[in-house]
């Protein structure tokens, strides 16, 4: 593997919408004055969970079936530093559905900052996380139920 | 109340003893340069579980017989910015124990930092926690098992 | 001290105000299934820029003048837990001010739970936040600017 | 890409050396009971600046250059939850050194657990962070200057 190529696949932003808003606060920076890195991963579930409510099931609708969408695998590309207050936008869309398994992307943008007008959005990170489904009592793999399979196939288009 | 008096009564330093250590990570740094005033209570964490495993019950012993001790009251005061890569002592007492009320003092000390000799140990913080026993599968308050009581109490030497 | 009374100073009602609105994350929580103590002072902190922003001086105009409000104590009291999915409206105001020393009071409050109907807004902590003016580059403590003290001064109300 | 493929490239176990150990924390712990899959970048970071160290030259030292490491990808495969007093064993290698790019390999470890014998060791996580060179005060990249180079060299082996 071509030690350039970024870990996180390329996200498609025709698959992306934007579907909620974060303000980065001090609890978010690290010493260089900038986002740390392991903050974005509390915003991409902020992201994630907002996307499926507006896909018409709460995550907690999946919760009362027993259910769970654990993180297999997760990957994220950092493009620029968000700093301080900055109102970051986060998109999310669903690169992969199928019965046993999840796939969503992430973009973060910073629409404008003050003061210093970034003259188009900058797009902060690009990211990747992957998610089976699982009974959570016994901890063990299940498919994806029917309803929630159909209610996030609305939200989704395969590639061709 | 004079806004002077600190919200964190006074720690007696014949209580408190060094339960462990944590080294200060950029995870832990905001933007100021300095340790996040909440990353402390992650720590106090540490200190905690640490300081009841010492007594002979750890924390795990306890959650078996269904019981948990959430907090019911904390407070810090910050004495001094603690930086990147110090290493943290933390030190935990016993203030108070009786059979519906634990209360764990604490005091966070730095005792050298490379290059710039501290010429003695730096205090950073003071604190105290307060828990209830609680039955986890009711959410309802317990009085603490003989078992546990005891354990704790050879930690313990009330006030006179 | 009598070890019932709360670390916290009682929060006065009057004196609050809605300022942010968070939504808790599977981030926040922890195994006992509920928010995570620290995890708060995450979001007082939030709370506590927006009281500001509102104000009508961001938080970002005092840092340009090379100025930091750092916590030298905070103290919170837990009254109910909030749990995943809750939306928490977070209430804030101040306590006081002189030009050394700010006070940040703070109720975090959900109005309703899905399903189950919460009869009236549960009430999940108060808490206080106090802050010295310090400038960044020396780490000493510095008067409140008369500007920001002005524009604090719009929002308090100081007891009789 | 296969979407069966990991997010992170295979890690090398030849390459890894256990450089630290961390206890779970209720902090770390989200309402599934494990770790949140977010806790475990700071626990990387954790070993990266003790594998750092353990070279020769602490994290501390770069700054002093101006210069620092910051993450441009990560990518982390959860192979299974850690649970609350889990002792980690974090692991890390280099799986690539050039003059401007570092790549750090992680493994996460349990070795046994309390009660319920694990009969051989646990693996966690694997993961990979990559990083860049940057001169800190202008945020552009940099050569690593020589001599870091050389003290991570000695801990790097070449594929062949």
Chains 1, 2, 3, 4 share one sequence.
Do not use: W
């Not at 996307?51 to 769970?68: D, H």
């Amino acid at each position: 593997m071509n030690p350039r190529t970024p870990l996180c696949p390329p996200v498609d932003p025709a698959r992306l919408r934007a579907v909620a808003q974060a303000r980065v606060l001090y609890a978010d920076t690290d010493k260089m004055g900038i986002v740390y890195h392991a903050s974005y991963l509390r915003y991409m579930e902020l992201g994630r969970v907002e996307f499926i409510r507006a896909s018409g099931m709460p995550y907690t609708e999946m919760e009362k079936l027993g259910l769970a969408l654990p993180l297999t695998d997760v990957a994220v590309q950092y493009l620029a530093p968000a700093r301080y207050d900055d109102l970051l936008s986060i998109e999310v869309g669903l690169s992969l559905l199928t019965r046993v398994r999840v796939h969503f992307d992430y973009r973060f943008v910073v629409h404008d900052r003050r003061g210093q007008q970034e003259e188009s959005p900058l797009a902060i990170l690009t990211a990747q996380s992957r998610h089976a489904c699982v009974r959570v009592a016994e901890g063990r793999p299940e498919r994806l139920p029917a309803e929630v399979y159909e209610v996030l196939g609305n939200c989704y288009t395969p590639s061709q």
